[in-house]
């Protein structure tokens, strides 16, 4: 049985069915195996003012990047503060705590998870404390600042950023940032696995084999493997993306634009999102 698209409205962050990790954290589920999702759950969390998510580790990687306000994040006593669009790294079984440390201004996290099953375990345990502005040889984790990423155009008016990948430490899953000029657009194209992509400013149109959707405000579609689909920015303004893939690096099948616009069947493509 083919799958198809999951669409989360980023306006359920203010809604009663998100759920408490602690004391001012709460979190928004945008994909996940429950949904419909595979190897690949991401999240919005909300830290209000001085709120802490306290040590736990997970049996699979995370990676966190900012998206409002900043963030401590602490690894084995490490402690890192991250800043919007930094992308931070934790390999499975590596204990982290995560804060905000402004005292007047919630901040929002953007979580991807190697899992379509999420799960956390409390650590309790003590660790040396030290600073970092940068991750090094002795650290599992990897950072890597949004600031002095490398910048491509993956498509005329549309630039991107590679945040985390196999290549710069991640396992299991691969992300970035994407900014679309107005009237700008990829090709319609797919994926050899889940894709998740939360429209982080402006407004956008999903396009998925043949349906439109019009997303924006932390709005975020997770497409499943082999669907056709591509993101349109038909408004005035830019619109930016993070997007997330199940798996180690990137990876972009470009196939006719008829596949996305629903004039072309599925079953040419001779491929199935089971």
């Known amino acids: ?34 949904m419909g999702s595979r190897g690949l759950t991401t999240a919005l969390t909300r ?22 306000g900043e963030a ?28 905000n440390p402004q005292q007047t201004q919630p901040a929002l996290l953007h979580s991807s998870f190697a899992a379509d099953v999420p799960t956390r375990e409390a650590v309790a345990a003590t660790f040396p404390a030290s600073q970092r502005i940068a991750t090094g040889p002795d650290c599992p984790e990897s950072l890597v600042r949004f600031a002095t990423s490398a910048v491509y155009e993956l498509a005329p008016q549309s630039m991107f950023r590679d945040l985390f990948a196999k290549r710069f430490g991640s396992q299991g899953i691969c992300g970035g940032y994407g900014v679309f000029a107005p009237g700008s657009s990829l090709p319609c194209h797919i994926h050899g696995y889940d894709e998740s ?21 932390y709005d975020t579609a997770c497409i499943p493997t082999g669907r056709p689909h591509r ?28 596949y996305c616009e629903g004039l072309r069947p599925m079953a040419e493509l001779g491929v199935a999102s089971t």
């Open 231 to 258: 993101f349109l920015n038909r408004s005035q303004k830019p619109m930016a993306m993070v997007w997330v893939y199940a798996g180690d690096e990137p990876d972009r099948t470009i196939i006719d634009s008829g």
């Open 72 to 99: 401590d994040v602490t690894v084995e006593g490490r402690t890192y503060r991250v800043t919007p669009f930094d992308a931070l790294h934790l390999p499975q079984g590596t204990a982290h705590t995560v804060c």
């Open 47 to 68: 830290f209000q003012p001085g709120a802490t998510l306290p040590y736990h580790k997970h049996a699979f990687s995370e990676v966190i990047v900012v998206l409002e």
């Open 1 to 34: 049985m083919n799958r198809t698209e999951i669409l989360t409205r980023g306006t359920g962050l203010d809604g009663e069915n998100i759920l408490a990790l602690a004391e001012g954290v709460r979190t928004l589920v945008l994909a996940t195996g429950a």
């Open 197 to 217: 992509i939360t429209i982080v400013e402006g407004t956008a149109i999903c396009q998925v084999a043949g349906k439109e959707y019009e997303v924006g405000g």
